[in-house]
């Protein structure tokens, strides 16, 4: 990381050292926010329970979860979080055009109307911090009000991943950068 020395973690707490297993039980390895969030334990560990949550107990699939974090990532030009969930992306389900497309900043051509619903809420969201009216009555019919909760609490989770990634600097698993 450009901003934050590398963790020894030799040197942790006790309660960073909770935190290091704790996220090395759930994600296998620590790395992006979790070792950023490491600096701030509490916070990381809620954090990685939040995380952890809408990967596998959202009412919505695990593609629609990719997408909007694709679609938040991409607005934030977040490169570590758009390295990692590109491939997730692909792996539940997405299309490499609808990831294409979101990657260049156009609008993907959908095959399925919930990921038309979800691109669209996400991109609302992140240009407006709100839905409009029209767009809350249609994500209410269509996901109705606890899956648009999660959604829009899950395009939140990500706004602050995103910041956090960006402004500690933190390193694509690649070390490559992804987005322009």
């Not at 990381?44 to 990967?55: C, K, M, R, Y």
């Not at 979080?81 to 299309?95: D, F, I, M, Q, S």
Request: charged share 25%; proline share 4%.
């Amino acid at each position: 990381m450009s901003r934050l020395p590398a963790i020894d973690k030799d040197a942790l707490s006790d309660e960073q050292k909770r935190m290091h297993d704790d996220i090395m039980r759930v994600r296998g390895q620590v790395r992006g926010p979790f070792e950023i969030w490491l600096n701030s334990p509490v916070l990381g560990s809620l954090a990685l329970q939040t995380q952890d949550w809408f990967q596998k107990k959202s009412s919505l699939p695990a593609r629609l979860v990719e997408l909007a974090i694709l679609v938040m990532a991409r607005k934030a030009s977040a490169q570590f979080a758009w390295a990692v969930h590109e491939k997730r992306g692909l792996e539940n389900g997405l299309t490499q055009d609808v990831v294409d497309a979101i990657r260049t900043r156009t609008t993907p051509v959908f095959a399925r109307d919930d990921e038309r619903m979800v691109h669209d809420i996400a991109c609302e969201l992140s240009e407006t911090q709100t839905l409009s009216p029209l767009s809350y009555q249609r994500a209410v019919a269509f996901f109705g009000v606890t899956t648009l909760v999660e959604l829009v609490s899950l395009a939140g989770f990500y706004v602050m991943v995103a910041m956090v990634l960006n402004t500690f600097e933190a390193d694509t698993p690649s070390g490559r950068k992804m987005l322009d």
